[in-house]
């Protein structure tokens, strides 16, 4: 569906190498680029921080959508804009001033993004609607790419549609995203799916055409 958009996550790139992951998936049909932060106290597992997201911004055309699994998150928001992030997700769980941080989030320029693990309800952002360019649903545990698709998620991804109504908000969805997952999201309203191993699997930078027939397979 040509109006369903891919944001390939770099997670599965190689990490020697994300100036160049980042050009070939744009070059192979990618959306989105999503960038994926990680701390080992909000996740059990550490990728990078705001020096990286700089360093990868000038090789992304497009939007840098990045993902904070990372707690506390308002000390960093400052530095995530100014490394030039156009989306910055925050989780609901990570904190009880998500609208605070929301609020922190559009001030610094940034589209503001709220992402709700697999166990939380969608009625928990019901109050933050007014205030979130993006809802972000995880359905994995979020830490680890290549992990199992959550089968729940897809009701709670329904009733996100159902509670946002017109507003101009994107359904994200995250963790688990391949061509037989992808078709029951978008079905229940998702507009934007990270994929991450169903993109990078089988291709490199010097061999990036499968990454081009993974997202159309999507
Ligand atoms: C998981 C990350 C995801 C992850 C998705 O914590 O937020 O973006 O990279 O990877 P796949 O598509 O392999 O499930
Ligand atoms: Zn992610």
């Known amino acids: 569906d040509r109006s369903i958009k891919i944001a390939p996550s770099i997670l599965a790139a190689d990490f020697a190498n994300f100036g160049a992951e980042c050009a070939a ?40 959508d990045v993902h904070l699994m990372i707690a506390p998150v308002d000390p960093f928001i400052e530095d995530f804009a100014k490394a030039g992030a156009d989306i910055i997700t925050a989780h609901v769980e990570a904190g009880p001033h998500i609208h605070r941080t929301l609020q922190a ?64 908000i994107h359904i994200e969805i995250d963790g688990g995203v391949d061509p037989t997952t992808a078709p029951l999201v978008a079905g229940a309203g998702a507009d934007v799916l990270v994929a991450g191993s169903a993109v990078f699997r089988g291709g490199s930078v010097d061999n990036p055409a499968p990454y081009g027939a993974n997202i159309r397979a999507i």
């Open 25 to 64: 998936v744009e070059a192979e049909g990618a959306d989105w680029v999503h960038v994926d932060v990680m701390d080992g106290h909000f996740v059990p597992n550490i990728t990078f921080g705001p020096a990286t997201c700089a360093a990868i911004r000038p090789h992304i055309k497009g939007v840098m």
């Open 105 to 168: 989030i559009r001030g610094a320029g940034a589209k503001a993004g709220v992402a709700l693990n697999p166990a939380t309800p969608a009625n928990a952002i019901a109050h933050l609607l007014d205030m979130v360019d993006l809802v972000c649903v995880m359905t994995v545990n979020p830490g680890f790419g290549g992990q199992k698709f959550i089968h729940s998620q897809v009701a709670k991804v329904a009733a996100l549609r159902q509670m946002i109504g017109d507003r101009p």
